[in-house]
């Protein structure tokens, strides 16, 4: 069995930053993309960013500039470096991976159960 867990979260003021953590523990042969949601309250969850397994990144125009996402595909492990953070930042993040759990299965897409982070003066 495969589980994602978040870390990182908590408040933080305007202008500050944050490194949330992804993790991918259990049964795993593989890992293909991790990818980061976010969602606030009240919204809908929208996506921020995708590392792919060779390390190729994309995200969403608003978070250009100030998120970065890494791995450590060692540690089956994403990162999200979060900096210049606006209160329009504040919501809850997840994590979900395309996981290979066994050598006859195929990638399923797993989700973390999210870490809070608030901005906030």
């Known amino acids: 069995q495969v589980q994602l867990v978040e870390s990182g979260g908590g408040l933080v003021q305007p202008g500050g930053s944050l490194r949330l953590s992804c993790v991918a523990s259990?049964?795993?042969?593989?890992?293909?993309?991790m990818s980061w949601y976010r969602q606030a309250p009240g919204k809908q969850r929208d996506m921020v960013g995708t590392?792919?397994?060779?390390?190729?990144?994309t995200y969403t125009d608003s978070v250009k500039g100030r998120f970065t996402i890494s791995r450590d595909n060692a540690k089956n492990t994403a990162y999200l470096q979060l900096d210049s953070l606006t209160p329009e930042d504040t919501a809850v993040y997840y994590c979900?991976?395309?996981?290979?759990?066994?050598?006859?299965?195929?990638?399923?897409?797993?989700w973390g159960r999210g870490t809070q982070v608030t901005v906030s003066s």
């Open positions: 590392i792919t397994s060779s390390g190729n990144t």
């Open positions: 259990g049964t795993i042969f593989g890992v293909k993309n």
């Open positions: 979900n991976a395309d996981v290979k759990s066994s050598r006859v299965t195929t990638y399923r897409t797993y």
